[in-house]
């Protein structure tokens, strides 16, 4: 082939991948019209509808975390909830922002000995405003070197929701829930529906929910649940292997000490021979 063929034949899986693209672009647009931006309205009336509903039955929802070099943090939720969203021509965003009041009386009381542990936990607590410092005390270069450390105050709690047309997917991000951080997860259109509501109303409530589940393909699945009958069957093998070999010990145990009670009593009955022959 020539310069000139090499050429059109690069330009030519140039255009198909341009028109792949595209393709897909386009699927992804159709899905969000169609599918992901009715699914938000409909996420949007239901997240109104169920904290409509917890103001006003005020259900008592606890909430713990651990902090590191601390310990526990308990608390419960506040039903003071703020419900917003943004629209945007090719995307749409729904935030639930709410937190949850620390309950103190049920959080430890701690004494951090040493300025490093002090200032580690001093350095947590004003992160999550969780109160400062008790009864700090100074060493003679002046830095603090314990303290007293006892949770207080509020933790905020956020729910966002994303979709745009550029992903065709719907993105949750958690902030505070599972522990003091965020948690992400994308959902495709064809996971969106009542289901799913329900899942996510039973994650912002606490309740067993399968919302940040990884669901795993059934291929990889498959081989996992081969994985561990395999681990199974040579564990049976490996205590049957075992419990055979602890029983021949005993044998061998039974053996020799009656063949030693025999070798004994040759022993015996050859001395008494010896002193027979002797007396006679």
């Not at 300025?115 to 410092?133: D, E, H, N, T």
């Amino acid at each position: 082939m020539g310069l000139l063929d090499d050429l059109e034949s690069e330009a030519q899986k140039r255009r198909g991948e341009d028109t792949e693209a595209a393709a897909r672009k386009a699927e992804r647009e159709t899905a969000y019209r169609t599918v992901v931006e009715p699914a938000m309205t409909a996420l949007l009336g239901y997240l109104r509808e169920l904290t409509t509903k917890l103001r006003e039955l005020q259900p008592r929802i606890a909430m713990r975390h651990v902090l590191p070099g601390y310990g526990d943090v308990v608390g419960y939720i506040e039903h003071e909830y703020e419900l917003r969203e943004e629209r945007q021509p090719s995307a749409r965003e729904i935030v639930l922002s709410f937190g949850f009041v620390v309950a103190s009386s049920e959080c430890p009381t701690v004494q951090a000995e040493g300025s490093g542990r002090v200032r580690a936990i001093a350095a947590l607590f004003q992160r999550y405003r969780l109160g400062g410092p008790l009864a700090p005390q100074k060493d003679a270069s002046g830095e603090v070197a314990s303290a007293t450390f006892k949770a207080k105050g509020r933790i905020p709690l956020e729910a966002r929701f994303q979709s745009d047309a550029a992903s065709g997917q719907l993105r949750i991000a958690f902030t505070n829930f599972d522990d003091l951080g965020s948690a992400v997860k994308l959902f495709a259109p064809e996971r969106l529906g009542e289901a799913l509501y329900d899942d996510i109303g039973h994650y912002l409530m606490r309740e067993p929910n399968s919302l940040m589940r990884e669901i795993l393909p059934d291929d990889y699945r498959n081989a996992l649940k081969a994985r561990v009958q395999e681990q199974e069957v040579r564990r049976r093998w490996e205590s049957q292997i075992a419990a055979r070999q602890v029983e021949e010990v005993a044998m061998l145990k039974r053996e020799y000490s009656v063949t030693g009670r025999f070798s004994r009593l040759g022993d015996a009955v050859g001395k008494l021979r010896g002193l027979v022959g002797r007396k006679g």
